[in-house]
């Protein structure tokens, strides 16, 4: 079966139109019984296409928001197992943040970890948002729960394959000259030399330390953000505010999609930071934290809960418009692709 017949849908009913369902992708044309009931739709996007257009979406979003990415992994960083008012504060807000790592290091320090960047987002959501769609196409996303549960094991699966990419990500992304360095400084020479070092050092294994922090991150965060996309751009389809296959449709749902993420995912991209920075000892062990349960519970102790939520300024203002931008190249690429294989089928 070629591509284009995988993408074919019915010309009766659009993709994206405003009609009640809980998928992304419409209903299509039927295939014999499987698994999930008597008649279940093809993938309405062929599937290593939708892998590509989940990375593309996301990697286009990434160039947009990495300066706040940067600047969130600061503050996460900043006075780390220290008190409240026992180290000196360099960054105090995402604003000023900016300005500092701007003045200091120019536009090069705002794009900190830009390249390896991409190349986590690409694999890390190509996977995600690959696998989500695939679970529309079984028909597990239409079971109740089934959104959530498919966006968490997707994001599980993405978060652990694009492990390597984040943790040196955050090592290129925590450097900084001395004046305003937080946490500790891997003192890499730039991507290749980080990659290099770290299997030199620690193995194959040690390319994946952090990911403990990183699982439970993505998980919650993806399930959060692709159930609430979801289920938002249902609810704003049914209210008929919008034409159908409008792009303000997609808008709307990424907007409170992002809102919805920043809140539930800070705690744990705090703990998922920390963890991939900690310096380790000559036995390959982290320095500082053992695992999830001991840095959740030695930020609690040495920094309060609120230290849980530090960098929830830029989190939510770097994640938010991510999920928007992300979130709305994805799915007016996926109408463009049906809209173009409906003209095909036509000519």
Not at 45 to 71: K, Q
Not at 299 to 322: D, I, N, S, W
Not at 324 to 337: G, I, N, Y
Request: net charge positive; charged share 15%.
């Amino acid at each position: 079966m070629t591509s284009t017949q995988l993408l074919e849908t019915s010309p009766k009913q659009p993709a994206f139109a405003s009609q009640p369902s809980h998928r992304m992708a419409s209903t299509v044309s039927t295939v014999p019984s499987g698994v999930f009931g008597p008649s279940l739709p093809p993938p309405a996007v062929w599937p290593p296409l939708d892998f590509a257009l989940g990375a593309l979406s996301c990697c286009a979003a990434c160039v947009f928001t990495n300066p706040l990415e940067v600047v969130k992994t600061r503050l996460q960083l900043q006075g780390e197992l220290r008190a409240r008012g026992s180290y000196t504060r360099h960054y105090r807000g995402v604003v000023q943040a900016l300005l500092v790592v701007g003045r200091t290091d120019g536009l090069r320090g705002l794009q900190k970890g830009l390249s390896v960047g991409l190349i986590y987002q690409g694999v890390m959501n190509g996977v995600r948002l690959g696998s989500y769609s695939y679970c529309e196409a079984l028909g597990i996303t239409r079971f109740h729960g089934g959104s959530l549960l498919s966006g968490a094991a997707a994001g599980a699966l993405g978060a652990f394959i694009a492990s390597p990419a984040y943790l040196v990500k955050t090592h290129l992304q925590a450097q900084a000259v001395e004046a305003i360095a937080v946490g500790h400084q891997h003192n890499h020479q730039g991507v290749f030399d980080a990659f290099g070092t770290i299997y030199r050092r620690d193995g194959l294994i040690g390319l994946w330390r952090g990911v403990n922090g990183a699982v439970p991150r993505v998980m919650v965060g993806s399930a959060v953000q692709l159930g609430t996309f979801t289920s938002a751009k249902d609810w704003v389809s049914h209210t008929q505010w919008f034409k159908p296959n409008s792009w303000l449709t997609a808008l709307i749902a990424a907007m409170i999609s992002g809102v919805a993420v920043a809140i539930s995912m800070t705690p744990f991209d705090v703990i998922s930071t920390r963890l991939y920075n900690q310096p380790v000892d000559e036995f390959r062990r982290g320095r500082l934290y053992h695992g999830f349960s001991d840095c959740m519970l030695k930020v609690c102790q040495t920094e309060g809960v609120l230290g849980l939520y530090k960098g929830m300024g830029p989190v939510f203002v770097r994640l938010a418009p991510h999920t928007v931008l992300s979130m709305l190249f994805w799915d007016l690429m996926r109408q463009q692709v049906l809209k173009d294989n409906q003209s095909q089928r036509r000519s």
